[in-house]
């Protein structure tokens, strides 16, 4: 989970929402071979089964993801993302390019660092509801644990693993509970 809010960092969620692009637009902006990555998880990603169940009747959200093409949590949890805003009427997911925009990264770093993803969840109105970031926190907390332990191609291929075992249910289910859900 993501640090707490910094309050000297007040933000018009409004404004950086129009500043987002829709998460295909974001993809054609990817540069090689991140798209082609993007593009395969995006792909075989699918929303579950029951995601009109996960949020009450008629609920209208809006998603902002902080990100860059390079990041592989990104990567392997925006088109899972993605998905599930295109399953449900109203729900909307849109990505904001964390370098583009150091206001908005400033206010949800992770210990002081510029950690992404960061997925910012609100209401119809602009409010937040909640945020949730950079990975989920089974895979987190594995990554802290061997940072030090296994090399960094160790700790990728593990990563990447974690991710196609998990198909982005993790994520959304974190995400979710983060909004209050």
């Known amino acids: 989970m993501a640090a707490p809010l910094r309050a000297e960092a007040a933000i018009d969620l409004a404004e950086v929402w129009g500043r987002a692009l829709p998460a295909l637009d974001y993809l054609a902006t ?3 071979p991140y798209r082609s990555l993007w593009e395969g998880i995006y792909r075989n990603a699918r929303a579950p089964e029951d995601s009109a169940s996960m949020l009450p009747a008629g609920t209208a959200l809006r998603i902002i993801m902080i990100a860059e093409d390079w990041c592989m949590d990104t990567n392997n949890t925006a088109p ?3 998905r599930f805003a295109e399953a449900l009427p109203g729900v909307e997911l849109r990505i904001l390019l964390r370098d583009a925009n150091p206001d908005v990264m400033s206010r949800y770093l992770t ?3 510029k950690a992404i993803p960061v997925v910012i969840v609100m209401d119809d109105d602009f409010r937040e509801l909640g945020h949730w970031g950079p990975r989920p926190a089974e895979l987190q907390a594995w ?5 030090d332990v296994v090399s960094k191609e160790e700790r990728l291929l593990h990563t990447r693993k974690w991710y196609a075992r998990d198909r982005g249910q993790t994520t959304l ?3 979710l509970a983060a909004a209050g859900f």
Request: hydrophobic residues 40%.
């Open 111 to 113: 210990n002081g660092a």
């Open 173 to 175: 289910r974190e995400v």
């Open 80 to 82: 899972f993302l993605a």
């Open 30 to 32: 990817m540069k090689e």
């Open 143 to 147: 990554v802290k644990e061997h940072k």
